[in-house]
């Protein structure tokens, strides 16, 4: 694999400079997305946490209005994704290992459409963006939904935007669309 083509798949199509919940039913329609995948740990909630905050699960309500959602996570936790999938009323799948493709698949043919209409949403580039890029989703990267303050990982979500950076990923960040 070229240096291009690892920055290529290390692109997302679309970046927010804010949270999943600000994430309009307008935008998923402009890009004909009919399907989405959600990673969940630090997307939907922070990893600590199993319970859905209220502007989190009312975006999730309005969006599972407009298409079909999956949660996919690398979390080994089972009790805990149930929990948040039964809050919100969606499938799941824990122990994805993303960037491996095959929980992603597994959850992409469930809903029974193309990759380039499924959305894949997160917030991490090597393991979120990269897996959905391989599959030929629509991925989109947003914001963490925690401040990172105390779980060590925002060293690591700088890593990935340093290294990116190095070897050629624009990484345009998308001003959040108009309702």
């Known amino acids: 694999?070229?240096?291009?083509?690892?920055?290529?798949?290390?692109?997302?199509?679309?970046?927010?400079?804010?949270?999943?919940?600000?994430?309009?039913?307008?935008?998923l329609e402009k890009y004909q997305l009919r399907g989405m995948v959600l990673d969940v740990d630090d997307t939907l909630l922070p990893?600590?946490?199993a319970e859905v905050p209220p502007n989190i699960l009312a975006w999730l309500r309005e969006i599972k209005r407009h298409m079909p959602i999956w949660?996919?996570?690398n979390n080994l936790n089972h009790r805990r994704?149930?929990?948040?999938?039964?809050?919100?009323?969606?499938?799941?799948?824990?122990?994805?290992?993303?960037?491996?493709?095959r929980k992603i698949r597994q959850a992409v043919q469930a809903m029974n459409l193309p990759y380039d209409r499924v959305a894949m949403?997160?917030?991490?580039?090597?393991?979120d963006i990269l897996v959905g890029n391989r599959l030929g989703m629509f991925t989109i990267l947003?914001?963490?939904?925690?401040?990172?303050?105390?779980?060590?990982?925002?060293?690591?979500?700088?890593?990935?935007?340093?290294?990116?950076?190095q070897l050629g990923?624009?990484?345009?960040?998308?001003?959040?669309?108009?309702?």
């Open 47 to 49: 990893t600590w946490d």
């Open 71 to 73: 949660l996919v996570s």
């Open 142 to 165: 947003v914001q963490p939904v925690s401040a990172r303050r105390f779980d060590g990982k925002s060293w690591l979500r700088n890593l990935e935007f340093w290294l990116a950076r």
């Open 1 to 27: 694999m070229t240096t291009g083509s690892l920055a290529a798949l290390l692109q997302p199509n679309l970046i927010l400079e804010t949270t999943i919940d600000q994430l309009p039913p307008s935008l």
């Open 81 to 101: 994704i149930e929990r948040i999938a039964r809050q919100v009323e969606l499938p799941f799948l824990i122990g994805a290992g993303k960037p491996s493709r």
């Open 121 to 127: 949403v997160g917030d991490r580039l090597f393991t």
């Open 169 to 179: 990923t624009p990484l345009a960040i998308a001003p959040p669309a108009e309702n």
